[in-house]
Nanobody, 122 residues
């Protein structure tokens, strides 16, 4: 089992940057594929990015590709989401999640953090 705690959210102007962090505790962090999802008000939770166990493979949604970067530090048991060129439509609660397999499917992630709010003003 793994516990996940996100941090780094906040209010930023359009065009700005934020870096989200997700600290894990519990079982070996490196045995999990990690992902970021987001949920805007009135919308379903959607995939943002995922990274494989050692970081060798990454996948992004089309809406964030080229602007967001996912990375991980297995020694620190932390996964990051660097968000650049933020847009008002990026406003959402961002969730960190852990899976035992490489997937972009929300149902494939069995462990979730509590979320952190990101608000991008125009």
């Amino acid at each position: 089992q793994v516990q996940l705690v996100e941090s780094g959210g906040g209010l930023v102007q359009a065009g700005g940057s934020l870096r989200l962090s997700c600290a894990a505790s519990g079982r070996t962090f490196s045995s999990y594929v990690m992902g970021w999802f987001r949920q805007a008000p009135g919308k379903e939770r959607e995939f943002v990015a995922t990274i494989s166990w050692s970081g060798g493979m990454t996948y992004y949604s089309d809406s964030v590709k080229g602007r967001f970067t996912i990375s991980r530090d297995n020694a620190k048991k932390t996964v990051y989401l660097q968000m650049n060129s933020l847009k008002p439509e990026d406003t959402a609660v961002y969730y960190c999640a852990a899976s035992t397999a490489v997937t972009t499917n929300r149902e494939g992630f069995g462990y979730w953090g509590q979320g952190t709010q990101v608000t991008v003003s125009s």
